[in-house]
């Protein structure tokens, strides 16, 4: 289950959590889920362009966790999903793919299309966060970040996969 506490616009994530330490520590007692988030100010900051957005925050001291992305996340946990990434992230053919946790390298292709499930062969793996440091596939392999997988392999949340397959 997720909790979301909606906290006064002037009120940071963590104040709120801790406000309600004894809430807080009874639901995460339970494996439940719970975050602060300021809902009127996250409105507000959501008719804003991004860079807006987060010009206002970094002015007046608004915390990442306590946007509404936190909510996003905390739904994924509760509902045991990930997302995977293929394509290349500086092009349009970049997507982003969610699936169970769980799930394998061959799984996570036929959600893509079954004819890439089905002639799987083997899959390239990085991380989103070192390929956009790098800025390219062949940059995370000449720094052996790019691995080869099989299709057992288990897909982590911000993987980017490159699936070889026949057909």
Not at 38 to 58: C, G, K, M
Not at 59 to 73: C, K, Q, S
Not at 133 to 154: M, N, P, W
């Amino acid at each position: 289950m997720l909790f979301v506490l909606n906290t006064d616009d002037d009120q940071s994530a963590a104040a709120a959590l801790e406000q309600h330490a004894n809430f807080v520590e009874w639901a995460r007692g339970r494996g439940d889920q719970v975050v602060a988030v300021a809902a009127r100010l996250e409105a507000e900051l959501a008719a804003l362009e991004p860079e807006e957005a987060a010009e206002f925050r970094a002015e007046f001291g608004a915390d990442e966790a306590g946007t509404l992305d936190v909510v996003l996340r905390a739904c994924y946990e509760v509902l045991g999903y990930i997302t995977f990434f293929t394509g290349d992230f500086r092009s349009s053919e970049s997507r982003a793919w969610q699936l169970p946790r769980g799930w394998t390298a061959k799984q996570a292709a036929g959600r893509i299309h079954s004819d890439i499930e089905h002639g799987f062969v083997r899959a390239q793996v990085v991380r989103v966060d070192d390929l956009i440091e790098l800025g390219s596939f062949h940059a995370a392999r000449e720094k052996a970040l790019l691995r080869t997988e099989g299709k057992d392999y288990v897909v982590q949340d911000a993987d980017v996969i490159n699936f070889m397959h026949t057909g």
